[in-house]
């Protein structure tokens, strides 16, 4: 179980691997609560490592029997990265999608820009990491 993020510490990481299966996207929310403490980005951040989480499982080798996923957290006073690596998978690397409003697939990564402060994307098809930059409220 991880630690929560207290203000006094300048740099936290946290780092493990899952199984790959849908039921640990749950687990990865919740352990995002613990972590942040209930911050006011909490939510947010569980949101867009649901998203990275469910990409992999939908997109990459992770998804498959007996694959997994790494979930790595680092945060600082006012910053938290979220990043998820995959088993790897198409040549493509994820990209945004625009989507229609009638579209009921397709929009994580854009709803992960649009709430993330920065994303991307670095490796290739044996494996990719997808981060998230995300900003935090000073703890009090």
Known sequence: MPQTLTSAQRIRR???SFPGTSRQVGVVRRLIATYLDNRPEAETAQFIASELVTNALRHTRSGQADGTFR???DACDNLL??????QGG????PRVCHVTP????GRGLYLVEDMSTL???YGDQHSRTVWALLHLTPAV
Do not use: F, M, Q, S
Request: net charge negative; proline share 13%; glycine share 4%.
């Open 14 to 16: 946290w780092c493990r």
């Open 71 to 73: 979930l790595t957290l």
């Open 81 to 86: 990265a979220i990043a998820v690596t995959d």
């Open 90 to 93: 198409p040549p493509d690397p």
């Open 102 to 105: 009638e579209d009921t697939r």
């Open 119 to 121: 994303w991307g994307v």
